[in-house]
Structures are given as C-alpha cells and as structure tokens.
C-alpha cells in the first residue's frame, strides 16, 4: 500500500517552455501533497505545500508565479514549471500524506521523482 | 523555523563494521524524526523512524535513537553490508507544521567489502 507515482519520470524541454509534473496516490486519499527539489549530491528542499481545494504554501524563495501548484484532488497534485530555463533543470520529487485519521498520519511517501533538463 | 544538521557528510565503513550518523535538530516542538535511504536517481525510501514520545527504536540490524533535551537524534547500522551503500538523510517535523519535512544535509555511506 501507499503508493505514490509521478508522470512523466523524465523530460527535456526548450527554455522558455512549460512543464506539467503529475504527482498521485495510487491506493490512498492524500490530504497534504509536497514538493521538493533536489540538485545532484544536495539534499532535498521543500519547496511548497499543497492540500486538497485550496491554494499551495511556498517555502521562502519559491517563486509561486513560476512554481504553479494545483491540488484538484486527493489523489493528485501537479507543479507546472513556467518558463523554464537551464537553472530549473533538477529532480523534482513529490511526497503525500494520508488523509487516514488513524494510523501513520505523520508519513510522507514519496513519488519516484521527475529528472527535468532544460536546455 | 526547523535547521537540521547532520554529520558526517560522508562515511566509510569496512564490511561488517557498524556506521554511525548524528543529526541535530533546533525546533524543540519537532516530534517526528524519519531516516531516508536514497539511491542515486531513486525516491528515498523510509527506513526507520521515531516519534518523540520514544528513545530508542530496532529493527534488525538499524537503530535510531533520540535525545530530546539534548535535541539530537542519530542512526546506527550494525553489520554493514555492501548494499548499504547509499546516501542517507535525516529529517524533523511537527505536527502542527503539516508535518512538513527539514532534511538534513544528508550522509554518503560506503560499505568496503
């Protein structure tokens, strides 16, 4: 059980261009979704929160205007990176926690992550 | 808000040796303390954690232990295995927060068979 996927598990887009990352919880409802960027041999930053019909919490120094995060349901969350430029080439990983009152509340699971190059 | 440190940065331990990584914390209302396996390219992966209300936790051959008035938590591994070899991380978080995750720098461990 708690199964999280990300689609697609690798992209190459042209500066300037967009991208749409897909986070969902495959055999649970997520309450709380993140998303965390990582560089190669640095850890993972978070970089926003996002819960179920209402708007994503950045960290500071995410811009919110270039990191759009939309959470439509409890199974999926998306972060579409606008405008993308070379510097936004990372592994991006999404995490989700369990709506479930009971049990590991505090778990994140965690998505296979993204590898995103810009060029 | 919640500064994780973790130290070593990287680790190398002869096979069937135990490694050691510590990490401190600086929220005192931090109450979950989960330790991270990541494989390069890989999600990391959960493989052990502690709530606050507990010192010490096994599971086979992995340990943490937690050390709240001094706000330091760390992960033994005994009998290292040359599939150990992996980057770990550890992280704090708090109910309150959404139990959003501060990882730590994180630790290269490599097991010399």
């Known amino acids: 059980g708690a199964v999280v996927s990300q689609h697609p598990s690798w992209v190459i887009c042209k500066s300037g261009t967009s991208v749409k990352i897909e986070c969902r919880s495959l055999d649970f409802q997520a309450t709380t979704m993140f998303w965390y960027r990582q560089f190669p041999k640095q850890s993972l930053m978070l970089m926003a929160t996002s819960n179920e019909g209402s708007k994503a919490t950045y960290e500071q120094g995410v811009e919110k205007d270039k990191f759009l995060i939309n959470h439509a349901s409890l199974t999926l969350s998306t972060l579409t990176v606008t405008s993308a430029h070379p510097e936004d080439s990372s592994f991006y990983i999404c995490?989700?926690?369990?709506?479930?009152?009971?049990?590991?509340?505090?778990?994140?699971?965690f998505g296979p992550g993204t590898r995103l190059t810009v060029t | 808000g919640e500064n994780v440190e973790q130290h070593p940065s990287t680790l190398s331990v002869q096979e069937g040796d135990s490694a050691v990584i510590k990490c401190t914390y600086s929220?005192?209302?931090?109450?979950?303390f989960p330790w991270y396996k990541q494989e390069l390219g890989k999600r990391p992966q959960l493989i052990i954690d502690?709530?606050?209300?507990?010192g010490e936790k096994k599971d086979q051959r992995i340990a943490v232990t937690l050390n709240k008035t001094a706000k330091h938590f760390s992960l033994h591994i005994t009998e290292t295995q040359p599939e150990d070899s992996a980057v770990y991380f550890c992280a704090a978080s708090i109910r309150s927060n959404d139990y959003k995750l501060s990882f730590g720098a994180g630790t290269t461990v490599t097991v010399r068979a």
């Open positions: 995490s989700a926690r369990s709506s479930s009152t009971s049990g590991r509340a505090y778990e994140q699971y």
């Open positions: 929220d005192s209302a931090s109450n979950y």
């Open positions: 502690i709530r606050s209300n507990v």
